[in-house]
């Protein structure tokens, strides 16, 4: 009986812990010049399947300066449900997400034509809006896909980490000491269905874990993709 309420009570605080949101998009690539290629995009987070939770619009230059190195910048504007609108009325707020960061490819440097890649990002984010405190995180994500052949369907996966330089801030009779740490982990396994014309589907699932809390977001993304070379 003891063991059934433990279970039962562990059962509940998962289920407290952990939630689900719903991501759809849309992203558009080209290449303007040699060695140059601008992503363009949109994306729309649901919790669960109905309620809206935010929207980004995002834009990406990456310039490619060895062979499987290239350096990017990037920046999104997001739209949001304000949690403060009672002081200042707005039932939505803009959020603001430049990033830096540089984008690793091993394969390119043993066989640029292999069909599994293996992707390395690391960048630099800051986090602003209104009402906000603002942040810098560092993110670092690991990728891998592999393209079968005579077959229309990649499978990938990916992991991430997420670094708040500002995660922490304690209040002193002298100061206010701000201090970074871990801030989430996220993995992603899917598969990437490719379609005439340089056109594709991406359909994923993914957890992203809070370091500390431990609580858990289960994310389900589908992803319309267009690329021009």
């Not at 009325?89 to 293996?118: C, Y």
């Not at 690991?142 to 990916?158: E, G, Q, T």
């Not at 330089?165 to 970074?180: K, L, P, Q, V």
Request: charged fraction near 20%.
């Amino acid at each position: 009986m003891h063991n059934r309420i433990l279970g039962l009570m562990l059962a509940i605080q998962t289920v407290g812990l952990s939630q689900y949101q719903s991501w759809i998009g849309a992203d558009f690539t080209f290449k303007p010049l040699k060695k140059t290629k601008v992503e363009l995009g949109i994306e729309n987070r649901n919790i669960g399947i109905t309620q809206w939770n935010r929207t980004f619009v995002k834009a990406k230059v990456s310039y490619k300066i060895l062979q499987g190195v290239a350096l990017f910048s990037g920046y999104r504007i997001g739209l949001a449900p304000n949690n403060q609108s009672a002081l200042n009325l707005k039932e939505k707020t803009f959020l603001h997400r430049p990033a830096l960061g540089i984008e690793l490819n091993p394969m390119d440097w043993v066989n640029d034509q292999s069909r599994f890649s293996l992707g390395i990002t690391n960048q630099l984010q800051w986090n602003r809006g209104k009402f906000l405190r603002p942040n810098t995180v560092f993110r670092s994500k690991l990728s891998a896909m592999y393209d079968i052949k005579n077959f229309p369907i990649s499978p990938f996966v990916s992991w991430e980490y997420f670094y708040n330089f500002h995660r922490d801030i304690t209040y002193t009779a002298n100061e206010i000491i701000i201090s970074g740490g871990t801030n989430a982990f996220r993995s992603f396994v899917g598969m990437e269905i490719e379609l005439p014309k340089k056109q594709a589907i991406k359909l994923a699932a993914g957890r992203r874990t809070n370091y500390l809390s431990g609580q858990v977001r289960w994310i389900y993304s589908l992803n319309y993709s267009l690329s021009i070379k």
